[in-house]
Nanobody, 125 residues
Framework: QVQLVESGGGLVQAGGSLRLSCAAS????????MGWFRQAPGKEREFAGA????????RYADSLKGRFTISRDNAKNTVYLQMNSLKPEDTAVYYC??????????????????WGKGTLVTVSS
């Protein structure tokens, strides 16, 4: 049974940082591209960032470039999202997701194979 469990969310002031983690189990982690997505209140889920299954490539939503960094540790079956210079508009539930042999050009909200349950990030002004 595949499980993706996010952690690290919470309340932070604008300008602060958080690091989200997503621990995967039940799959061959190093064969999966990993993505981070987010859903703000009243809005649709959107792409935040992704890292290829090989780990050599990353892609970010334009609004997050330079502030968010995605990385993975295959030895720990974990993907991370480092979020810096947080803004109130970053408030959302953040989800990680996995796609078999996913590359940065092929991962979006419509085609990920597995999803976590999300972790809430709240940025206060």
């Amino acid at each position: 049974q595949v499980q993706l469990v996010e952690s690290g969310g919470g309340l932070v002031q604008a300008g602060g940082s958080l690091r989200l983690s997503c621990a995967a189990s039940g799959l061959t982690f190093n064969s999966y591209g990993m993505g981070w997505f987010r859903q703000a209140p009243g809005k649709e889920r959107e792409f935040a960032g992704a890292i290829s299954w090989r780990g050599g490539s990353t892609r970010y939503a334009d609004s997050l470039k330079g502030r968010f960094t995605i990385s993975r540790d295959n030895a720990k079956n974990t993907v991370y999202l480092q979020m810096n210079s947080l803004k109130p508009e970053d408030t959302a539930v953040y989800y990680c997701a996995a796609k078999y042999l996913g590359t940065i050009g092929t991962m979006d909200t419509r085609n990920m194979g597995y999803w976590g349950k999300g972790t809430l990030v709240t940025v206060s002004s």
